[in-house]
């Protein structure tokens, strides 16, 4: 039987995996995709605890960040094509445009 | 007198302001006018002006000659209140007012009457020339300037017409302005002029504060006592014993008028200006420089002769000074080759003769000898203006000769003339001439430093023969050395050139006959004419005594002076006809001489070196005075200081105003330095920081979480 606590630590596991994908990785859709990782995490989350707690609200907000995900993937490539229109890359240690 | 219903006499003031009203025309109009046009009006106005003259001439020889005095005031001129003088203030008041008696009856008739010739003479002299509206036009104003100075009757007045002609003489003498030497010598008569007239109104000056008044007379006055002149406030002076014979105030009063006079006349040391001014036309030289200006002031101290006649020293003064001008200029006159330049030194001998009549007391003698050199010296000058006229333009008497019979209407009255000034009787100068030298000889008979004076004049007679003949035979007679191309363009002058020259020619014959009771020892008319003008208001006992020689003397003295002058005649005759290389073996043997005389004595040298040099240099001092000084150190040095000061107030305010607003600036930005690089603009390290962040939020509510995570299970 699964327990809660396998739950989050899967949940960790890919809050850690899309932590450290956002942190080291230099392509910024790789970044992007992290960043799905960690919302996914945060889904599990919200769908494991909706479980324990009886209560669909957290089914319903894990549907949301779904939809806001797709969202966001959307608007950030939707970003990243115009960047690279610019720039010429996508490489996120030659986006230093807002340093001192 | 008072009431003289007369036309001529009410309408005085007419005579000066026909001129005036064609001048004015020729001044804004003139240009438009057709020449036909401006001889109308100009010798139109100054014939009327001269039948004036006449008419009222006229009507004053109808009056008892006691009384020939006819005053007009046209109204209060100048009226400034009491003004401070010596001993408490004193009402003045100067009015413009015409004064008609003997002495400016025959300045007025010389005036317009020579003028008016000369006027109609100007016609054809002026005929080809440039500015024919403005030549009349200023000869207008000259007439106006002239005639006002001698009717005016306070001094004041008078020294507007002094001003205004010595205007007039500037402009005409400068006619030719594009010369340059016409422009500069009008420029020297007038600064000349200047030095003069400095004098004379400093005389003026004392005159208004000694006396109160600087009216001449009130005779002739509705209110003698209100109307009080010189005359006779000097008269009541005298008897209130305020004022003495001598007196030093008298003497400077006097000195300083003559001061005026010698500008205005040419007379040493201001002569200088007048050869010169033979720059201008030929005519103006007749009418300003010869007849009718420069004898001004002749006029103004015979006007003043009550003054002068209670200064014996300031007399003295005139005399010598007139005598020595005489000799002086007639020797320069002697080897002069420009045929202007003769006669405007024969001009400066001849006002020198007039002075020394002045000043020996014969002021009728002066003034007589005025109005004949008026008539033969015009006659002189415009006879030269007519051999100008036919040689093209040629003034050099080494080019011109053998034009007797060339242009016979010029050189007949010009034959008149040389005789009349040397002194042939029965011609107008032999009468005037001998009468000075009589009075100065009679002079002499009581007080023995006067026969000084008449030794000068007699040698200057003598002079005066020889120049005057050498400028006769060396323009008209001998063989012509005319230059080839003038040659055959000599021609006579027109009509209204000549017809001039013979009413003058005739004028210098008859114009001494008033004096043709000397002859026969009787007193001349024309000095009794004058007789209640110059006898002053001098008390009998020290009045100028002239012995009373007997007839013979006076005719050996008339033969002497006959004598030199024939004398003169003579070796001009020797020199210049007979033997014509006489007179340059004559300059070759005494070269030195001959170089000091050809060279006026170097006078014009010696003023350039001490007066004109020197206001030069000053002018210059002050020129680098202004640059350095003025320029220098105060604008260029205030411009400097400005400059110092701003730069001084731009480094406070760039190193200590914006200094510290920038010190502020940069203690910011150094401390917040560190923060600032926190700014990587890298969005993975800013992933990181959150990260970081939350790692220690996590870490701080750690136990929260423990609980949770224990709740979980």
Known sequence: ?100 | MVSAPDYFLEHLWLIPLFPLITATLMLFVGRLLPKSAVNFFCVGSVLLSFLHAAGAAIALFGMNPEHRVFQQILFEWVTPGPIPGFGGPIPFVADWGYLLDPLSCVMILVVTGVGFLIHVYSIGYMAHEGGYYRFFGYLNLFMFAMLTLVLANNLLLLFVGWEGVGLCSYLLIGFYFLKKSASDAGKKAFLVNRVGDAGFLLGVFFIASIFGTIRFTSQGLADPVAFAGINETLSAMLTQERLVYGAPVLTTIALLLFVGATGKSAQLPLYVWLPDAMEGPTPVSALIHAATMVTAGVYMVARTNAIYQLAPVAMDVVAVVGALTAIFAASIALVQNDIKKVLAYSTISQLGYMFLALGVGAFSAGVFHLMTHAFFKALLFLGAGSVIHALSGEQDLRKMGGLWNTVPNTSRPFLIATLAIAGIPPLAGFFSKDEILGQAFARSATVDRYLFLWIVGIITAGLTAFYMCRLLFLAFFGLSRVSPEVEHHIHESPRTMTVPLMILAALSIVGGWFALPTLWGEQSSFEKFLEPVTKGVIPETVAVKFAHHTLLVEWLLMGISVGIAGLGIWLAYKAYVQHPELHSKLAASWPRLHNVLLHKYYVDEIYDAIFVNRIKDLSVAFGVFDGKVIDGVGVNGAAWLTRVLSRMSMWWDKWIVDGLVNLAGTFTRSLSHPIRLLQTGVFTSYAVFILVGLVILLAYYGHHMQVLVRSLR
């Open chain 1, 1 to 100: 039987m699964m327990s809660p606590a396998h739950y989050l630590f899967l949940s960790l596991a890919l809050f850690l995996i899309g932590c450290v994908g956002v942190v080291t990785r230099r392509n910024v859709i790789v970044v992007l995709m992290s960043i799905e990782l960690i919302l996914n995490a945060v889904n599990i989350n919200l769908v494991m605890f909706s479980r324990v707690f009886g209560d669909v609200a957290g089914q319903v907000f894990a549907l949301f960040i779904i939809a806001d995900a797709a969202a966001e993937a959307a608007v950030g490539l939707g970003i990243i094509i115009a960047f690279f229109r610019n720039r010429e890359t996508v490489m996120t240690d030659e986006m230093d445009l807002l340093k001192w």
